[in-house]
C-alpha cells in the first residue's frame, strides 16, 4: 500500500461528494477493546503480542468489503509510518510507539483498523465530502463482522469499554474536515471556534491532534459518546451543527466574491502565481497558498486547475509523500526544492 | 511635459548605459546663487518674485540644448508637482513650498533646473548608468551658458556661495542610484553603508532624503563640496569609491548565482509570479519585487521581460504617475488595483 500509492492521494481526500465546497472528508471512528485484556497502556509486552496475534488472525478470517491489508509497524521502516500519518490512517502516537502494533487498511484506504493504539481496536471508515452517515454505516458492518471473530468488552450500563473515560459508551467519534478561507478571511472563524467549544466540539488542523489550523483546514469533532446512542450523535452532528457551519462559511465567501472581489482574486491569483513559479516551497505556505486556490475554484474565480489536483496535493506535498515520491530521503532544503518542483508540475506550470 | 510624458520614464530611468547593471543612473547638481539678492530662506516674497522673472528670462534668452520648458509651480497642480518629484525633476520641499518658485526642464528630462529651491537656482543633468563626467560636462556646458546671463555669488576664497555651507565651493552634488540586491541578500549592505559613512557619503533610498531604501536601490552622494576642485571629486567619486561597490555587488551576485542559485531563482521567480498575478499591489512591494526581477535579468535567470520594462515600471508604479496614466485621482485601494493592473499589462501577463 505504502509503495504503489504515494504519488495519489486516498478515495477520500480526492474530493467529490456531498457538500464538497465546504467539507472535504467525513471520518467515523470506533473504539472497542477485547474481554479479558487490560487496556493497551496496562498490557505488558506479551500481552500485546497475544492481541495483535489475535486480531491480525481475526481480520485475515472476517470478510470484511473491501478487504484489508495487514501493516506490522515494528517491522514498517520510519518513513513509512510517516507517511501513514500523512494519510490519516494511524494517528502519531501509534507511529512513534515501540511496542507490538499494526494497522489494517482497505486498498481504497477508506478503512483503517488500528490495533493496540490507545485501544485495542480502532476502528476508522474516511469518506469524501459530507458522508458520515455512509461512513457509519460502513463502520457498523465491519464492526459487526469483526465482533463475530471478537468478544469486546462491553457492559450492559455504561456500553463499550474504552481506555479513556470520554469515549465510554458508544465508543464513536464523528468528524469532518472543513475548508474555512471564507469565515478566516471575514474575520468570522473565532466566532465558530467559540461556538464549537460550546457545543463540546474538538477543532482542531489538518495535521491532527495539537496542530494548528494551517490552510484553514478545520477538524472537527465530537468529544462525548456516553449517554447518546450513535444514532443521536450522527444527528446532532451531520444534520445539525455541521450544516450551520457549512452555512455560514458559505455565506462568508458569498459575501466576499459579491462585497470584496478584488481582495479575493488577489490572494487567489496570487496562490497560483506563487505555486506557478517558487523554486523553494515549505509545507505550511504551500498549504495554505493551495487553501486559497481551493477557495477561488469553489468560487469560480480561476479555471487553470481541477479541484481534484488541488486536493491531492495538499495531501502530497506533505514530507513523508515527498520522499515516498523523490524516493530517497530529503532532507530539509533539498525537500523544499523538491516540492516546488512537483507543485509546479502538478500544476502544468 | 508633466501631460504626455507620464507613461514612459525619462531617458535616465529606461536603463542603459556603462555599468548599468549596477548603476541606474547618474547625477550631477550645481548649486547656484544670484549676487545682490539674499538667500531664499531670508527673501520676502518680491524679492523671490523679482528672482523668478529675471531667471524665466535668463533661461528663456539662454542658448540651452535640449531646450527647457517652464513650469511655474505655483500654477502646477499637487498632482503634476508630485510627478515631478517622483521623476527626481524636483525635490519633495520644492514640491511643498507656497512661495514663487519654478524649474526648467529639458524635453529628455535629462536637465532640471530648479529656481528658488534652497538656493536661487539648482541645476541639475541626470544621465542612465555610469555617466557622471558626462553628467558633469553638460552641467557645466548649462551653467556657463546661464553664467553669461545671471552674475553668480561667487568668493574668490570660498568659491561659490549657497544657502547651506555644506554646498559653499563648487556647489557641486555628484550622487548615484545603485541597485544593491545581491548586497542586500548576502547580508553585506550594511558594510557598505559603513563604508560610505566612513568616506562621507550620503546613502538614501530610491525617494530621495529622509527615505528607507526600497527595492534595495541606493542614492549615494557627496556630501561635501568644499576645499576640493569640481574634477577632484567627480575622480573620488567615478573612478574610486562608486567602481568599488559596484565590483563588491557584483561579486555578491556571483556568489549567488554559482552558491545559492535555488535561492536566487526563488526570490526571482516569486517576483515575476507575484507581479504577473496580483490584483491589488502597494507600491513598496512592487519596488521590491521588481528589484528581484531587475537582479534575475542582470543575471540571466529569467527572460520574460525586458530591463528596460523593469526599469520603466520602478518609476511608473508610483502613485502620481499611476493617477496621470489613470487621468483620474485615486484612492489608495482604488491605486493599488489600479498599479497591480498596470503591472499585470506592462509585463504581458
Given at each position: 500500500?505504502?509503495?504503489?500509492?504515494?504519488?495519489?492521494?486516498?478515495?477520500?481526500?480526492?474530493?467529490?461528494?456531498?457538500?464538497?465546497?465546504?467539507?472535504?472528508?467525513?471520518?467515523?471512528?470506533?473504539?472497542r477493546n477485547l474481554a479479558g485484556?487490560?487496556?493497551?497502556?496496562?498490557?505488558?509486552?506479551?500481552?500485546?503480542?497475544?492481541l495483535l496475534e489475535r486480531c491480525r488472525m481475526s481480520i485475515a478470517r472476517a470478510d470484511i468489503?473491501?478487504?484489508l491489508?495487514w501493516?506490522?509497524?515494528?517491522?514498517?521502516?520510519?518513513?513509512?509510518?510517516?507517511?501513514?500519518?500523512?494519510?490519516?490512517?494511524?494517528?502519531?502516537?501509534?507511529?512513534?510507539?515501540?511496542?507490538?502494533?499494526?494497522?489494517a487498511?482497505?486498498?481504497?484506504?477508506?478503512?483503517?483498523v488500528?490495533i493496540?493504539?490507545?485501544?485495542h481496536v480502532?476502528l476508522?471508515?474516511?469518506?469524501?465530502?459530507?458522508?458520515?452517515?455512509?461512513?457509519?454505516?460502513?463502520?457498523?458492518v465491519v464492526d459487526d463482522v469483526l465482533e463475530r471473530q471478537l468478544d469486546f468488552a462491553?457492559?450492559?450500563?455504561?456500553?463499550?469499554?474504552?481506555?479513556?473515560?470520554?469515549?465510554?459508551?458508544?465508543?464513536?467519534?464523528?468528524?469532518?474536515?472543513?475548508?474555512?478561507?471564507?469565515?478566516?478571511?471575514?474575520?468570522?472563524?473565532?466566532?465558530?471556534?467559540?461556538?464549537?467549544?460550546?457545543?463540546?466540539?474538538?477543532?482542531?488542523?489538518?495535521?491532527?491532534?495539537?496542530?494548528?489550523?494551517?490552510?484553514?483546514?478545520?477538524?472537527?469533532?465530537?468529544?462525548?459518546?456516553?449517554?447518546?446512542?450513535?444514532?443521536?450523535?450522527?444527528?446532532?452532528?451531520?444534520?445539525?451543527?455541521?450544516?450551520?457551519?457549512?452555512?455560514?462559511?458559505?455565506?462568508?465567501?458569498?459575501?466576499?466574491?459579491?462585497?470584496?472581489?478584488?481582495?479575493?482574486?488577489?490572494?487567489?491569483?496570487?496562490?497560483?502565481?506563487?505555486?506557478?513559479?517558487?523554486?523553494?516551497?515549505?509545507?505550511?505556505?504551500?498549504?495554505?497558498?493551495?487553501?486559497?486556490?481551493?477557495?477561488?475554484?469553489?468560487?469560480?474565480?480561476?479555471?487553470?486547475?481541477?479541484?481534484?489536483?488541488?486536493?491531492?496535493?495538499?495531501?502530497?506535498?506533505?514530507?513523508?509523500?515527498?520522499?515516498?515520491?523523490?524516493?530517497?530521503?530529503?532532507?530539509?532544503?533539498?525537500?523544499?526544492?523538491?516540492?516546488?518542483?512537483?507543485?509546479?508540475?502538478?500544476?502544468?506550470?
Open positions: 500500500m505504502t509503495e504503489h500509492a504515494s504519488d495519489k492521494a486516498g478515495q477520500w481526500m480526492r474530493g467529490g461528494g456531498p457538500d464538497q465546497d465546504v467539507v472535504l472528508s467525513s471520518r467515523v471512528r470506533l473504539a485484556y487490560p487496556f493497551v497502556g496496562r498490557a505488558d509486552t506479551n500481552q500485546r503480542r497475544d468489503t473491501p478487504g491489508h501493516v506490522d509497524l515494528n517491522d514498517a521502516s520510519s518513513l513509512d509510518r510517516k507517511l501513514l500519518v500523512e494519510r490519516h490512517l494511524i494517528s502519531r502516537q501509534h507511529s512513534k510507539a515501540t511496542s507490538p502494533r499494526a494497522v487498511i482497505s486498498e481504497d484506504e477508506s478503512i483503517a488500528m493496540n493504539e490507545e485501544d480502532r476508522q471508515v474516511l469518506r469524501t465530502g459530507m458522508q458520515l452517515q455512509d461512513a457509519y454505516d460502513q463502520a457498523d462491553f457492559s450492559s450500563q455504561l456500553g463499550y469499554l474504552t481506555a479513556c473515560p470520554t469515549n465510554v459508551g458508544t465508543g464513536i467519534r464523528v468528524s469532518v474536515m472543513l475548508h474555512l478561507p471564507g469565515l478566516k478571511l471575514t474575520g468570522e472563524i473565532d466566532k465558530v471556534r467559540r461556538a464549537a467549544k460550546d457545543m463540546h466540539l474538538a477543532v482542531r488542523g489538518f495535521y491532527g491532534e495539537g496542530t494548528e489550523a494551517v490552510g484553514d483546514l478545520f477538524q472537527i469533532s465530537n468529544q462525548t459518546t456516553l449517554g447518546k446512542s450513535e444514532g443521536q450523535i450522527l444527528f446532532d452532528f451531520q444534520d445539525v451543527v455541521i450544516p450551520q457551519i457549512v452555512e455560514y462559511e458559505r455565506k462568508a465567501r458569498r459575501a466576499l466574491a459579491d462585497h470584496r472581489a478584488t481582495v479575493l482574486d488577489d490572494k487567489v491569483f496570487r496562490a497560483w502565481g506563487t505555486l506557478s513559479t517558487a523554486r523553494l516551497l515549505g509545507s505550511e505556505e504551500a498549504l495554505y497558498l493551495l487553501s486559497y486556490l481551493r477557495l477561488g475554484l469553489c468560487l469560480d474565480r480561476i479555471d487553470s486547475v481541477s479541484m481534484q489536483n488541488v486536493n491531492e496535493l495538499m495531501l502530497l506535498i506533505q514530507s513523508a509523500h515527498l520522499q515516498k515520491i523523490a524516493a530517497r530521503p530529503l532532507g530539509g532544503p533539498e525537500r523544499r526544492e523538491f516540492r516546488a518542483r512537483f507543485v509546479r508540475e502538478r500544476l502544468g506550470a
